[in-house]
């Protein structure tokens, strides 16, 4: 009766193109600074071949290549995702954008150590997609990842973490509305926004939980950005 979705739909095709269309600034003022920060670092990386685990609708490709559109003459994507829905959409942003050296596969997180590439990748992306699986599931992603880099190549990770919002809920509103100052698009107001997450069945950890996870499986890890309940995790084998 609330009107809150508890889980998200990413199967519906409906879903899929509603969630595609609407300003993610509006529950994430920072994304535009997050998603340029996550391109800096992908390109200085220099990648032969990049695996975007997660790949959605393919919109961190589409702002690597406005930002660095000679990126992918030198490097090939290989984007996976759950969803038929979302890679749907990748696949038609991506033809209307002609961002090019690009492969798609339809494979779910719990079933990625069977996934098999035809080249191990040099860098690892995962954007905004842990949260929507269980914590074993997650520990499963680490060590697949592990097993695929090379010592040395990086494993970034950007996406949502909890927040401690009992006896500080007044500072985390204050710093929402910090964040809504600084952008001209439209942002929901926080309680919309506290109450949304908090109805939402998503399994979301800490930064703290994350890197646990991550050293467990022979990664080291900083985490150079915080931003309210974002973050950005570097993970090196």
């Not at 990386?45 to 490709?61: C, F, K, M, N, Q």
Request: net charge negative; hydrophobic share 40%.
């Amino acid at each position: 009766t609330s009107g809150i979705v508890t889980r998200d739909a990413w199967q519906s095709r409906d879903f899929a193109s509603s969630w595609d269309h609407v300003n993610n600034v509006r529950t994430n003022p920072e994304r535009e600074s997050q998603l340029a920060l996550l391109t800096e670092l992908v390109v200085q990386s220099t990648p032969r071949h990049l695996l975007d685990l997660g790949i959605g609708s393919a919109l961190v490709e589409s702002a690597m290549h406005r930002r660095y559109p000679e990126f992918f003459s030198s490097c090939r994507v290989t984007g996976l995702d759950a969803s038929d829905a979302m890679l749907g959409l990748a696949r038609q942003r991506c033809d209307t954008e002609s961002i090019g050296n690009l492969q798609l596969a339809q494979v779910d997180f719990a079933d990625i150590a069977t996934f098999e590439l035809l080249s191990p990748p040099d860098t690892v992306i995962c954007v905004q997609a842990l949260h929507e699986v269980d914590h074993d599931i997650k520990r499963q992603v680490f060590e697949y990842v592990r097993g695929l880099l090379a010592p040395g190549r990086p494993f970034y990770i950007l996406d949502r973490f909890t927040y401690p919002a009992d006896h500080w809920l007044d500072d985390w509103q204050a710093t929402w509305r910090w964040m809504r100052s600084k952008v001209d698009e439209e942002v929901m107001d926080f309680d919309v926004y506290h109450e949304q997450y908090r109805r939402k069945t998503d399994h979301v950890a800490s930064v703290e939980d994350y890197s646990r996870w991550l050293e467990a499986s022979g990664f080291r890890t900083s985490c150079p950005y915080r931003g309210f309940n974002r973050a950005l995790i570097i993970a090196r084998a």
